[in-house]
């Protein structure tokens, strides 16, 4: 059966109907799951279709699978190049050349990978635009360039994701409960990330987003817990992210170097003493620490800090108190309730407290 859906799917292939190559090839998926060769070919349509993330996922299953399938290698290569994963791209294309010396759209592809990764490092510096420009650039820009985009009906996902991150890191939280790690597969690009989640009798759940930065691979890394699967982009560049996936709309906000306007003449250190209201500082301060916006065990951290820190002495010794006695399972913020006997702890529902003997 699934044979004849390959067939089936090749011909569609050859009559650039490639809609109808990846709805056969995912039923042939469905019956044999553990064919490299099905994956290479969805991953070929895939890359017809510009669907270039899917591409990526399916060419990283088939792999997975089969790691001597130099295709699939092919056309994971090719399609990190249409995504701008150069470095990624030209590794995979150089595994791929050794498993087919004698296939020469290898050698091809990878000069170019090498003349891509070259240009993008000659990086345009940016530079601290004028009043002066910011006036010019509102008067050229012209009125309603967008027409108006269909309503476009939102599928809600299997499993709810969020994200928070710190200045070197993007923790990314997908909430699913009870997923065994073997039926989990993670697969980090240079600025992708491909998430794929198959538990058999269960619709499969796939997550490839193109992020909004680049993340370093190598130190990326994902924990399978039992109420959720925690991952950890390192990113590449300290720059803070607006989104967790990429749009064209939206600009990585670096720390820009503004350049001198006029002449370039040096300045030197000077020894008058600069004012520096403190107070306006740490009102500031105060202020956007206070109107942050944080997710998951970040946002409840802000939460308790900032009951301690408006507590009064009595309620900040409940707090102290109650968390050591419980072993860190209640806090309670009634002094006259625990100041006079021991805090038992109160472990989770289905969770048992164990005493451990030291």
Request: hydrophobic share 35%; glycine share 4%; aromatic share 8%.
């Amino acid at each position: 059966m699934a044979s004849d859906l390959e067939a089936k799917a090749k011909e569609a292939f050859v009559e650039d109907h490639f809609e109808l190559a990846v709805e056969l090839l995912s039923q042939a998926i469905d019956i044999e799951p553990n064919r490299a060769e099905l994956y290479a070919d969805r991953a070929q349509a895939n890359i017809k279709l510009s669907n270039f993330t899917e591409a990526v996922a399916d060419a990283s299953k088939a792999i997975e699978l089969n790691p001597s399938l130099s295709k699939a290698y092919m056309r994971k290569g090719m399609a990190c190049m249409k995504l701008e994963e150069y470095q990624t791209a030209k590794t995979a294309l150089e595994v791929g050349a050794s498993l087919a010396p004698g296939e020469p759209r290898f050698a091809k592809l990878i000069k170019e990978c090498d003349k891509l990764i070259a240009e993008e490092s000659y990086d345009i510096p940016i530079q601290e635009k004028t009043a002066t420009q910011e006036e010019s650039a509102k008067e050229v820009q012209p009125e309603n360039v967008l027409p108006e985009q269909p309503a476009v009906e939102v599928v809600k996902p299997k499993y709810r994701h969020e994200f928070y991150q710190k200045p070197n890191e993007v923790v990314v939280t997908i909430f699913a409960k009870g997923i065994p790690k073997e039926n989990v597969t993670i697969d980090f690009g240079e600025q992708i990330l491909s998430v794929s989640i198959n538990v058999p009798g269960e619709e499969p759940y796939d997550f490839q987003p193109r992020l909004f930065g680049k993340i370093t691979p190598s130190r990326c890394r994902y924990e399978v817990l039992s109420t959720k699967i925690e991952i950890r982009l390192v990113k590449a560049d300290p720059i803070h992210w607006t989104s967790l996936e990429f749009t064209r709309a939206t600009v990585p906000q670096r720390v820009i170097v503004s350049s001198a306007t006029g002449s370039n003449r040096p300045t030197y250190p000077s020894s008058k003493p600069t004012r520096v209201d403190w107070d306006k500082l740490e009102a500031q301060v105060k202020k956007e620490e206070k109107e942050e916006k944080l997710d998951g065990d970040a946002a409840l951290n802000k939460f308790f800090r900032e009951i301690y820190q408006d507590a009064d002495e009595d309620t900040r010794r409940a707090m102290r108190k109650s968390f050591v006695e419980s072993n860190g399972t209640v806090l309670s913020t009634n002094w006259k309730e625990v100041g006079s006997k021991k805090v038992e702890g109160s472990p989770p529902d289905g969770m048992e407290l164990k005493k451990w003997e030291y």
